[in-house]
């Protein structure tokens, strides 16, 4: 049980240290290494999560500027696309790009046609989604490092690889929270077998290194 409480504390500090953006070089090395092992998606679909999210990312925000405001998040190579985009025209063409990238297996085009959210409302997406973050690290039974949760306009949007007693969980720890007006859920649903081969998995994967992806 200490153990427990001594992984998850470590794990809160690191991300409130994320958040912060303070102290990211001291606890970089021990945040890739916690990240991996956590994390159901083997090293390689993580590398391939950043790829498309930096790859989209980059493209639709040269592509479009001040007429969209387009987030996107990987999790297993399922893609989500949140934000405001100008017209239907933006938000159609956003998501074909992304629809075509090769490593995206599915993709959820959330967007809201309409201006660009304040950044006030921004702040107020960023303050939901860690406060939601915080509450599933500290719930018990839920692998908080293989999900992914993002706010949007006060929704929120849950992915990541968990069987369905977790799922059913997460999203009522996400619906449960404060200041939600929605919640979305994209998982991608293991059994319990799978679950146990995966986190076995990263168990014996403790003493590699990790090392963040390079990009070309």
Known sequence: MQIKLASKLL???????????????????VA?????????RSPSVQAIDKGIELQ?????DKRFGDNAHI???????????????KDADIKGEAGAYVKAMKNARSTFNELVIGPN????????????ESKIKTQMI???????????????????????????????LAKKVASNSSGVKEVFVYFDIISEAEKARLDKQGKADESQPASPPKFQ
Request: hydrophobic share 45%; charged share 10%; glycine share 8%.
């Open 11 to 29: 794990t809160v500090l690191i991300f409130i240290s994320f958040l912060s953006g303070c102290g990211v070089l001291a606890v970089g090395g």
């Open 32 to 40: 890739a290494t916690a990240t991996v092992l956590a994390d159901r």
């Open 56 to 60: 989209a990312g980059n493209a639709l």
């Open 71 to 85: 987030n996107i998040t990987s999790f297993n190579q399922k893609v989500l696309i949140t934000g405001e985009a």
């Open 117 to 128: 959210s304040t950044y006030t409302a921004r702040a107020n997406d960023s303050y939901l």
């Open 138 to 168: 500290f719930t018990e039974q839920l692998p908080s490092n293989s999900m992914s949760i993002v706010a949007e306009g006060s929704s929120v949007y849950l992915m990541g690889i968990l069987t369905q007693k977790e799922a059913d």
